[in-house]
């Protein structure tokens, strides 16, 4: 799975020159967190709404409505954006761009094909996959157990289910307790709860949980 598969597209980008408050009604209306600038075709930042709270006078100054509205149209993005833009090739695969934005703190990233911006890519992109990934949404077993970590025990564990009839509906694996097993998490169904355990067991180290969700 690529970037290019789950980025937000076309994307809603914001000029340099805009009123921080005209920004801040796009990124409400278009139910956005952050945004590309663009000028003449080209990425010069890119604004979030921290930016742009950030940019806000205090719920306590003591200027009037009339000022603060003053004040607030002579802000633009180009004030208050981030200017050092990190991006992304729509090539690239989506677990770059997770550990990307986990390494850096950050919430999206806009994404480039032959140096053009042609969307963005955010957390939110990213819980949609993992959702997909996990099989989230559809209602089946659910195993964790706790495997060792050599060649072999994965494939040992999909034919024992394969060949008793289950059908995989996801399967993760994840860093165990310790460096020499790993965590599996699978979604199963054509199984009974039972049935998964018993032929599950012969193969792991430890079954944490099994349930239907």
Known sequence: MFVGERMSHPVISITPDTPIHDA?????????RRAP????????????ER???NASPSSVTSLSVWELNYLLSKVTVKQVMSKKVKTIDVNTPIEEAARIMAD????????????????IITETDLFKAFLEF???????????AVIEDKPGQLAKITKAISEAGGNFISLGLFSGPDITTNILTFKVSGMK?????????????????????
Do not use: F, Y
């Open 37 to 48: 600038v663009m000028q003449n075709g080209k990425l010069v930042g890119i604004i979030s």
């Open 193 to 213: 709860k039972e049935a998964v355990k018993d032929v599950v067991i012969k193969s792991v180290k430890k079954i944490w949980d099994i349930r239907l969700c």
């Open 134 to 144: 996990m099989g989230a949404r559809q209602k089946a077993l659910r195993v964790t």
């Open 104 to 119: 850096t703190k950050i919430g999206g990233l806009p994404v480039t094909r032959d140096g053009e911006v042609v969307g």
């Open 51 to 53: 930016d742009l709270l």
């Open 24 to 32: 801040a009604v796009l990124l409400k209306k278009e139910h956005i």
